[in-house]
């Protein structure tokens, strides 16, 4: 298989301070392989390495070792960099341009017509949420949601066969969130992979296929998500939820049921339980209180928990 992105190995050193040199490692020894049609969520606290990495990979800076290769090409290959597209963390654009004059010039640059050019203005600010008020005004009277718009508009503007957004979320309201989880979850469905650094977990949990996760450089998990989520002990726990009941009604007899937990929610009760044997004797209880089945499901670590526990010292 030929992977949309290949990291071997690859560390980055930074020199600090000014009489007394030091050597900060930012990246240590990190290796990756991202799918092709993948949405991949790339995860880690505050300093961890993933915007190093991004900037790496799009040649805004240099490694101190180690190689990566997108779509089966070395990243010093300019020519593969019309296949992509990258949209930063924090875009910054000439303040005295107009999105759709912006638009125009990326448009340039990739050589389409006038009208080409037109149309996919028109498109991608449209599909990121910009009203149509807003495309003729300067952008710096923009706010930093409204640049963050435009940023995954130019970013997409060639139609990437794999678009990197670091904190494609940042500054967006609800709204806007929910208006851009849509439109990376289109670029799925169109075969575009992307590659998605965030720290809003939740969008993660929404739109990831796979997920790495970085911990002072280096990396500390990666897989699946739902292999990732899946209770690290092996354990088969389930969690029951019924409505109808409430918590001391039943608590007395759910006690006797071997490893059984319980915990009150508003009109009923969640019980966890480390056997399905044990489902038929939950149900029985509840059902003599007059309690009713809402949900049976498998009890699972939130992406909160594996991100914590991962990303700490």
């Keep these: 298989m030929e992977y949309a992105v290949e990291i071997q190995n690859l560390t980055k050193d930074y020199e600090t ?11 240590d020894d990190l290796s990756l392989n991202v799918e092709p049609g993948q949405i991949f969520g790339f995860l880690g606290g505050n300093g961890a390495g993933k915007t190093t990495t991004i900037k790496t990979l799009m040649r805004l800076q240099f490694p101190t070792s180690g190689t990566a290769r997108i779509l089966g090409r070395d990243i010093n290959d300019v020519q593969m960099h019309r296949r992509i597209g990258y949209c930063p963390e924090n875009p910054y654009f000439y303040d005295y341009l107009t999105a759709t004059e912006l638009m125009e010039y990326f448009g340039q640059l990739f050589g389409y017509d006038a009208a080409e050019r037109r149309r996919k203005c028109e498109d991608l600010l449209t599909a990121v949420g910009l009203q149509e008020k807003d495309w003729k005004r300067q952008l710096r009277k923009y706010s930093k ?5 435009v940023g995954l508009a130019q970013s997409l503007i060639n139609e990437p066969e794999i678009v990197f957004m670091d904190e ?3 500054g967006l309201d609800p709204v806007g969130r929910r208006e851009i989880r849509e439109l990376i979850a289109g670029l799925r469905e169109k075969g575009t992979t992307v590659f998605m650094s965030t720290h809003i977990l ?3 949990e929404a739109l990831c296929d796979r997920v790495a996760i970085l911990r002072a450089g280096r990396l500390a998990a990666t897989g699946d998500l739902s292999e990732l989520l899946s209770n690290a002990d092996g354990s088969k726990a389930l969690e029951i939820s019924v409505q ?3 918590a001391a009604a039943v608590r007395d007899e759910v006690e006797f049921i071997a490893g059984a937990t319980m915990s009150a929610k508003p009109n009923g009760v969640n019980i966890q339980i480390l056997d399905e044997n044990d489902i038929d004797a939950v149900l029985s209880i509840t059902r003599k209180h007059g309690g009713r089945l809402a949900s049976i499901n498998p009890v699972k670590q939130s992406l909160e928990e594996l991100f914590v526990k991962e990303s700490a010292d």
Excluded: T
């Excluded at 949601?145 to 718009?149: E, H, K, P, S, Y």
């Design 17 to 27: 301070g000014f009489l007394r040199k030091k050597r900060v490692r930012a990246l």
């Design 244 to 246: 109808g009941v409430s």
């Design 202 to 204: 939740s969008d993660i």
């Design 145 to 149: 949601g409204m640049l963050q718009r």
């Design 168 to 170: 494609p979320m940042s």
